[in-house]
Structures are given as structure tokens and as C-alpha cells.
């Protein structure tokens, strides 16, 4: 229980706090909050796929494992509006954001300071071209949930979250000592 005369300077705080303009409580919680960089990912799923499914994976530089459709949002932009923005510059699959649906957990924070905004879609995979620039993205292919290539150290740990790949059922994920 919250002792009297703190709850009573809570409550102070609170009453001159909000009888300030709406711009300046905004600049003080700005000052006061910590800070995230957010992102969009998305995890792409072959409908046509049998057994345990298939899942697009992205080989990006420096190339040492493979990663997801992801990306930083613009300023302002909505997290399902740079999920599907991101899918379609790193892999060339033009989606509108509302065949795009939040992942459960829909957000992933991490403890460096960033946060993940996660989404599912599903497309027949015979039936998408998959195109890369050779820059960003030198490889985009599907590849099964059960047999996935080496991954990146962030996919590894996000996919953990959804129970798939080699940290699934590993929760909370672990963080290595040497992680970015």
C-alpha cells in the first residue's frame, strides 16, 4: 500500500501536470520516458506448404545467416504500413496492410533499446515471385520450419517467441554475452 502523504504527492503532481498545455506535457514525458527505435517485421508463411510449413527467410550482408522481412519505421508511419513496405522492397511481395495481421505477441522489446512490431501474412509461395535488389537483400527463398538454414542471432531469438526455430520452447530466449 502506497503511504498517505505519498499517494497525497501523487496526486499534486498529477492535478499540475495535466492543467499544463498538452505540448508541454508531451515535451516532459519525451524527457522523461526512455526511448525505443521501432520496427516492423514479417513473418511470411507458404500457405501451399505441407508438414511443418515453410517460413521466407532473407540473406542479407554481410551474409552469415539468414533473417526475416524487416525493417525501421518512418516517422509517423503505422507499424503494419512499414511491415508491408518493408516486405515489398526486401523481397519484392506487394501485400496491402490489411492482409498483414498482428503476431501474438504482436510486440517484441528488446533490452537494447529497440522494439519489434511483429505481423504474419500467408501467400502461396508457387505463385510469388520473389525479387531482391542484390544490395539490401542478396537472397530471399522459402525455406521449412523444420529444416530452417543458419539464421541471424536477433531472428533466432525473435522466431523463439513464435516457438520456431533452434530456441524454440527456450522462453524467454537467451541473450548471449557477445549479442548486437
Given at each position: 500500500?502506497?503511504?498517505?502523504?505519498?499517494?497525497?504527492?501523487?496526486?499534486?503532481?498529477?492535478?499540475?501536470?495535466?492543467?499544463?498545455?498538452?505540448?508541454?506535457?508531451?515535451?516532459?514525458?519525451?524527457?522523461?520516458?526512455?526511448?525505443?527505435?521501432?520496427?516492423?517485421?514479417?513473418?511470411?508463411?507458404?500457405?501451399?506448404?505441407?508438414?511443418?510449413?515453410?517460413?521466407?527467410?532473407?540473406?542479407?550482408?554481410?551474409?552469415?545467416?539468414?533473417?526475416?522481412?524487416?525493417?525501421?519505421?518512418?516517422?509517423?508511419?503505422?507499424?503494419?504500413?512499414?511491415?508491408?513496405?518493408?516486405?515489398?522492397?526486401?523481397?519484392?511481395?506487394?501485400?496491402?496492410?490489411?492482409?498483414?495481421?498482428?503476431?501474438?505477441?504482436?510486440?517484441?522489446?528488446?533490452?537494447?533499446?529497440?522494439?519489434?512490431?511483429?505481423?504474419?501474412?500467408?501467400?502461396?509461395?508457387?505463385?510469388?515471385?520473389?525479387?531482391?535488389?542484390?544490395?539490401?537483400?542478396?537472397?530471399?527463398?522459402?525455406?521449412?520450419?523444420?529444416?530452417?538454414?543458419?539464421?541471424?542471432?536477433?531472428?533466432?531469438?525473435?522466431?523463439a517467441y513464435y516457438d520456431?526455430?533452434?530456441?524454440?520452447?527456450?522462453?524467454?530466449?537467451?541473450?548471449?554475452?557477445?549479442?548486437?
Open positions: 500500500m502506497i503511504p498517505r502523504t505519498r499517494a497525497a504527492g501523487r496526486a499534486v503532481f498529477y492535478q499540475a501536470f495535466y492543467r499544463l498545455p498538452l505540448p508541454v506535457r508531451r515535451r516532459l514525458v519525451r524527457l522523461a520516458v526512455p526511448k525505443y527505435i521501432v520496427g516492423a517485421v514479417t513473418l511470411v508463411r507458404d500457405v501451399e506448404a505441407t508438414g511443418a510449413g515453410r517460413l521466407l527467410l532473407l540473406r542479407q550482408p554481410p551474409g552469415r545467416g539468414w533473417s526475416l522481412p524487416a525493417g525501421l519505421l518512418n516517422k509517423g508511419e503505422p507499424p503494419v504500413v512499414g511491415a508491408a513496405r518493408e516486405l515489398f522492397e526486401e523481397s519484392g511481395i506487394r501485400l496491402p496492410p490489411s492482409r498483414l495481421r498482428p503476431a501474438v505477441p504482436n510486440a517484441i522489446v528488446h533490452a537494447k533499446g529497440w522494439v519489434d512490431m511483429v505481423f504474419e501474412a500467408e501467400v502461396p509461395a508457387s505463385e510469388t515471385a520473389l525479387a531482391v535488389d542484390g544490395a539490401e537483400v542478396f537472397e530471399a527463398a522459402w525455406h521449412p520450419l523444420d529444416d530452417l538454414p543458419k539464421l541471424t542471432w536477433p531472428t533466432a531469438r525473435l522466431l520456431i526455430g533452434p530456441l524454440a520452447g527456450q522462453f524467454p530466449p537467451p541473450i548471449p554475452d557477445d549479442a548486437p
